[in-house]
């Protein structure tokens, strides 16, 4: 099984102001901006993002995120490990991508996802 990159997604309460502070006092590359979230270069196949929330975050806001072109392949697998998911393979429009969620053992939510958006291919 071959895994192309990895994103953590995190969230926040100030997406402007945590977008500065990445590109400007960091100067890491953005890699996708997907107008809620923005996800940054870290290394080659490496990412961090943040999405824009309302509500401060917690643990809950964090996403270990698995970006690979075999979604429903991987989940096969894991199915066959006995993973259970939190929510199966699926298309979600609002940020064109294909993904399904589940925890690991200490309760925080990994995200298996495919980009359909090809800007994500150009800027990996």
């Known amino acids: 099984m071959k895994i192309d990159s990895q994103i953590v997604f995190l969230a926040t309460t100030n997406l402007p102001g945590t977008s500065e ?32 929330k309302k509500e401060p975050h917690s643990v809950d806001g964090v996403i270990i995120t698995i970006v690979t072109k075999e979604v429903d392949e991987y989940c096969d697998l894991l199915r066959k490990r006995g993973v259970v998911f939190e929510k199966e393979p699926a298309f979600n429009a609002e940020y064109n991508i294909y993904h399904c969620f589940l925890r690991d053992p200490n309760g925080y939510q990994v995200e298996i996802q495919r980009f359909e958006d090809p800007r994500w291919e150009s800027s990996t």
């Open 21 to 52: 502070f990445y590109e400007k006092t960091l100067q890491l590359p953005l890699a996708l901006d997907q107008g809620k979230c923005r996800i940054y270069r870290v290394a080659d196949n490496g990412y961090i993002g943040f999405c824009e």
